[in-house]
């Protein structure tokens, strides 16, 4: 009897799942023509994990619009699967189903050769489409039986809610319904505790020592003896930015001559989020550039730092050994989370610590005599970008404000660079605009950019950027819209077979991201000793060359080995 009742449970079970697994025709046609869109080129080579990924999420995607595509046909009295024409249906469905699939593998393996190629990444080999193949299997079915789960949901709701109205009323309700909930705990209660834990993991790694080193016992720098910030309190990335300070003599011994010991002036992250923590914190950082002398330098360059208070060594080091140490670098420290989960929790925050920062060094700036003022910058990558251009208005604020800016790879949702690339001068292209002339403000992929346009008159703002960077490229608008850098005269290193598709290649650009720091210099989102020319550009002292620019890019590349990380 038993027995008899374990067979029969087992037979539901494989019926049940038989029944999970089976497709109709405009689900299954869908979900074929997303995934073969996912396995065109995008602007970096994902690797087997990304891609099947992409390819899961494009296929479900694909599925559900073949779904709705099928619901309405079927609405109109239009049966694509029934009759006696059902079988020969599926079996021409099937036939170019393999077919299809067969020929986009082949050529996305290709594509992908190509772009490694042009990129400068080692190829894959077939058992990474191999593991790909299975990653998408799997993770297409977990997300085929969750869809299901919830459209059984909405099913069931809306059984209830027809009891008090009608059946199509009742259907739309209940599906409505189960959305919001699921949307609800998502970004309510489950997204609270994750983020909460993440902030927490993330809070104790920032309280880590990265390194063996000492708190400082010069005089210019943060957690020294003159300083007001303890050396516990910088964080992780703030001691990691003042222990890589150089000395005097590292500087001099390039320069040739005298040379000055640079001040780094840092703020730890404040135990508040509101905004008058970041006040307090944007005021501390002025106290400790009195206290460590950096309103007595030549060049005062404020940078805002990405999530976790990252600054990056290639742009702080190069503007110090380009004015021979006579420099001073504040920042201060607004979240403990990686620059994308920074972004997405509370971009706001990166925007208002940057305001703020700046805002305050410019006020006591302000208050010194104009001929014992340093030159004030501002610069920032990344993230630190977004929240570097946050206390100006516009081009001629910079202008007006600054004696210099350098914005390195910056995201796709900064204000003033979205604006100065929708308002470029007629005939140039996205991917490299051209703003008012470049007159003020200029953009470069290489460092010829910079000077390509004639002579630039100071102040001068530059933003490094590459063509095939997703962090500079992707936004929301590419699940719609066809974007000018692919409508136009394809940019440095970005494949001729890349092209746009609606929702998939937002997915891609988006997934492209979590490689942009997985490519050599010069690629995605890494942009090594270019921040060095860059600064040579915009801010270079008297009687400075192209032969010293060369030689900063030579030390730059030096000593990075040897930077404490």
């Known amino acids: 009897m038993l027995e008899s009742q374990g067979v029969a449970t087992r037979r539901r079970v494989r019926s049940w799942a038989v029944r999970q697994l089976r497709a109709p025709l405009a689900p299954t046609v869908g979900a074929l023509l997303f995934a073969w869109a996912s396995l065109t080129p995008s602007l970096l080579p994902l690797g087997p994990v990304f891609q099947g990924l992409v390819t899961a999420v494009s296929a479900a995607l694909g599925y559900g619009v073949g779904a709705l595509a099928g619901w309405m046909l079927r609405s109109s009295g239009v049966r694509l699967d029934a009759g006696p024409a059902r079988r020969r249906t599926w079996r021409v469905v099937g036939v170019a189903g393999a077919l299809g699939t067969a020929v986009a593998l082949v050529l996305s393996h290709r594509w992908d050769d190509q772009l490694r190629d ?184 404020v940078v805002t730092g990405t999530g976790r208070g990252w600054v990056n060594e290639n742009q702080a080091q190069a503007l110090e050994y380009l004015w021979a140490g006579d420099t001073a670098t504040v920042s201060m420290q607004y979240s403990y989370l990686p620059s994308w989960m920074s972004f997405l929790v509370d971009g706001d925050r990166a925007q208002d610590a940057g305001r703020l920062l700046f805002d305050a060094v410019y006020a006591h700036w302000s208050t010194l005599p104009a001929d014992q003022r340093p030159l004030l910058v501002v610069s920032g990558e990344s993230l630190g970008t977004f929240g570097g251009e946050a206390a100006f208005s516009g081009a001629q604020d910079l202008a007006n404000r600054t004696d210099g800016a350098l914005f390195v790879g910056p995201p796709n949702g900064n204000r003033l660079w979205s604006r100065f690339t929708a308002e470029r001068d007629a005939g140039t292209p996205e991917v490299l605009p051209v703003y008012d002339g470049g007159r003020t403000v200029r953009f470069a992929d290489q460092p010829s950019d910079w000077t390509s346009l004639g002579e630039w008159t100071a102040p001068r703002v530059g933003y490094l950027q590459h063509a095939n960077d997703p962090i500079t490229w992707w936004d929301w608008s590419l699940a719609l819209e066809k974007p000018d850098w692919l409508s136009e005269p394809r940019g440095r290193d970005v494949s001729d077979h890349t092209r746009w598709f609606p929702v998939v290649t937002m997915l891609q650009v988006a997934a492209d991201q979590m490689v942009a720091n997985a490519v050599p210099a010069g690629q995605g989102h890494e942009f090594g000793q270019e921040p060095a020319r860059a600064w040579a550009a915009i801010l270079p002292p008297s009687g400075w060359s192209a032969e010293d620019t060369e030689r900063l890019v030579t030390q730059m590349q030096e000593l990075a080995p040897s930077r404490v990380e």
């Open 118 to 301: 042009d990129v400068g990444v080692a190829r894959d080999g077939l058992g990474a489409d191999l593991q790909m193949l299975l990653l998408l299997a799997v993770l297409f079915v977990i997300l085929l039986l969750v869809a299901r789960g919830l459209k059984a949901a909405g099913r069931w709701v809306a059984r209830q809610i027809e009891r008090v109205l009608p059946e199509r009323v009742a259907l739309v309700a209940g599906g409505l319904l189960v959305t919001w909930l699921v949307w609800a705990v998502v970004t309510g209660p489950l997204s609270g505790g994750v983020v909460g834990t993440l902030d927490a993991t993330f809070a104790a790694v920032n309280d880590e020592y990265s390194t063996a080193e000492l708190a400082p016992t010069g005089a210019t720098v943060s957690g020294g003896p003159r300083s007001g910030e303890s050396w516990a309190e910088l964080g992780r990335q703030g001691r990691v930015f003042i222990a890589n300070t150089p000395t005097a003599e590292d500087i001099a011994a390039f320069t040739g001559g005298a040379a000055e010991q640079p001040v780094r002036a840092y703020v730890g992250a404040a135990d508040g989020l509101d905004l008058a923590d970041l006040a307090d914190q944007a005021q501390r950082a002025v106290d400790e550039l009195e206290r460590t002398g950096g309103f007595d330098r030549a060049v005062l360059n």
